[in-house]
């Protein structure tokens, strides 16, 4: 998704990756504990430290590739409940949540970067490599925001999908599951494929980061 070959920027970028999908992780953590399953605390997720949610190979393959991700958060569906929601709903909000951080913490660099636009010269920040930064920090959160809304399974966008699906389609995507891996090294890597869908992603970060920016400075 963003790759550099600069060691400074790498380590940068790493640096907010691992914070990044950290929060991601925790707020689906923090959402199954807030619906009474207590297995993420149990497995030691219920924290925002963000290495007790980092995935090996997902970390590895962001050096290695550009993309990467955390570790799943699990959790026993039948432990969820709530005196208002079904359990569909509860499962939505759950996926949503990681999305959800992700949209706080580009909301959060935005702003940032707004407010380091009126830092005095005469203090003698490099405010251009900052601003490099939180744009970074900015795009980064984005692509994870519209990566994990993809609708295929296992990422977020497909839990939160399948609650609107009737029951009999809801099966037969729930049937996808097994390939979502293979789909999701398709839409990356196969030629011509790989293109649309990389452009679709920085296209829509750029957009949101963008209008964010715009509606900051109105």
Same mark, same amino acid.
Do not use: C
């Given at each position: 998704m963003l790759y550099t070959s600069d060691p400074v920027q790498l380590f940068t970028l790493v640096s907010i990756f691992i914070i &990044?999908?950290?929060? *991601?992780?925790?707020? *689906?953590?923090?959402?199954? +504990?807030f619906f009474g399953d207590s297995t993420p605390a149990d497995q030691g997720r219920l924290t925002l430290n963000p290495f007790?949610? #980092?995935?090996m190979m997902g970390s590895i393959m962001l050096v290695m590739v550009g993309f990467g991700w955390g570790k799943s958060v699990l959790y026993n569906p039948n432990n969820l409940h709530s005196k208002r929601l079904s359990r569909l709903t509860m499962e939505q909000i759950i996926?949503?949540?990681? !999305? /959800?951080?992700?949209?706080?913490? %580009?909301?959060?660099?935005?702003?940032? /970067?707004? %407010? &380091?636009?009126?830092? !005095?010269? @005469?203090? +003698?920040?490099?405010?251009?490599? /900052?601003?490099? =930064?939180?744009?970074?920090?900015a795009m980064l959160n984005a692509l994870l925001m519209f990566l994990n809304l993809t609708p295929i399974p296992p990422l977020d966008? @497909?839990? %939160?999908?399948?609650?609107?699906l009737p029951y009999k389609l809801m099966q037969k995507y729930d049937g996808l599951e097994p390939y979502g891996f293979v789909l999701l090294m398709a839409l990356f890597f196969l030629p011509g494929v790989s293109n649309v869908f990389q452009s679709y992603l920085h296209g829509a970060s750029?957009? #949101?980061? @963008? &209008? #964010? =920016?715009? /509606?900051?400075?109105?």
């Open positions: &990044s999908i950290g929060l *991601h992780e925790a707020a *689906h953590a923090y959402a199954v +504990n007790a949610h #980092l995935d996926a949503a949540a990681g !999305p /959800l951080a992700n949209l706080a913490q %580009v909301i959060a660099f935005v702003g940032l /970067l707004v %407010v &380091s636009t009126a830092i !005095p010269a @005469s203090l +003698n920040w490099n405010i251009q490599g /900052l601003q490099q =930064t939180l744009i970074m920090g966008g @497909s839990k %939160v999908l399948r609650a609107f750029a957009l #949101l980061v @963008s &209008s #964010l =920016t715009r /509606l900051f400075t109105f």
